[in-house]
């Protein structure tokens, strides 16, 4: 049983028009899942979290900063906690439309721990780079650490993957010393990206040692060996770990089109990626997946990718086409015109020079990861 979450207020999350994180994905996704999914999928969470269930992941000060702002109140110190900001304005309501996105992921967190579902995916969230004291990279409130947090106050083992291009460093730092979280993510190095963290050698303290895993992956890097890098690493983690569910962050911006990034993967690498997930989750845990949204800032990839995500957990076969009513919607959501394929054209870019090297490098890197983690795994 497989169920979509979205609220309407998740759109109050709005930094502007001219800012690249844009509430309008979401919406796009709801979109398509009421036309070509089924209603029947969707759920709405009732309430946003209220400020005082945060604490559990923020500090108080810092939660009682955000609402202030959020409300109108001058904050003299704002940017102390990252607030008013290029990256994060201020702008009114924004604290109550991320309280709606971490009611979102929560009640995922929920349905699956309540067994009332096995998949469960948030049409919004994975504000991965939130920190415990401060606002950073479009992120507010840290949905992806609150949705674990209770689970695994609860007992539960949460093995998280990250797949948006920028490294996870707000949940990372949440659950450094956690053994109870397996943290995985994949990104762009960050010698070249935001926010520059995420190296091999930063693999969790005291009783969470060895549980972060951290793979930069070179620019340029293409879907094949990305699948590569991701099942050599992915398999041997969720042997060792066990979990009692999969956190996935499915952020879309690393496709080849996204303007803030360097990754080269394809819509049809999307899917793959989505399928194998999938079949692992089954395979070596219980099939138990709690999934978000994430960047993605070329917005129409990005809601084609999540489009295809949603057909792919439901079951349900997507069109190679979007249907003419989604395709008018989407058009006039955005105000332009798109091209109703669902996936991107076969070879959508020019070969890649270094791609021998590129592939090379992030392989040894598995390798390396693999190598330091081995004494704590087996
Ligand atoms: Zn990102």
Known sequence: ???????KDYLLYNFGENHPFSPLRSLLVYEFVKEVIGENYLIFPEAPVNSEELEIIHTKEYISIVEK?????EIENAEFFGLGTADNPIF???AEGCRF??????????LIYENRCNIVINLGGGLHHAQKNNASGFCLYNDIAYAIKRLTLKGLHVLY??????????????FYSDDKVLNISLHESGEYLFPGTGWTYELGRSMGKATTINIPLEPFTEGENYLKVLEEIFIPAIKWFKPDLIVLQAGADSHYLDPLADLMLTTRDYEEIFKKILKWSKEYSNGKMLITLGGGYNHIVSAKIWSIMCSIFT???????LPDRVLKKWEKILGKKINPEIHDPENPFEPIPRKEEINRTNLDRVEKILDLVSPYWW
């Open 161 to 174: 993957l990250d797949i948006d291009a920028h490294h996870s460093d707000g949940v990372q730092n949440i």
């Open 92 to 94: 009114p309501k924004m």
């Open 1 to 7: 049983m497989c169920k979509i979450v979205f609220h």
């Open 69 to 73: 702002a959020s409300n109108g109140i």
């Open 315 to 321: 079951g349900k076969q997507y069109p190679e086409k």
């Open 101 to 110: 996105m971490v009611a979102g992921t929560s009640l995922g967190a929920e």
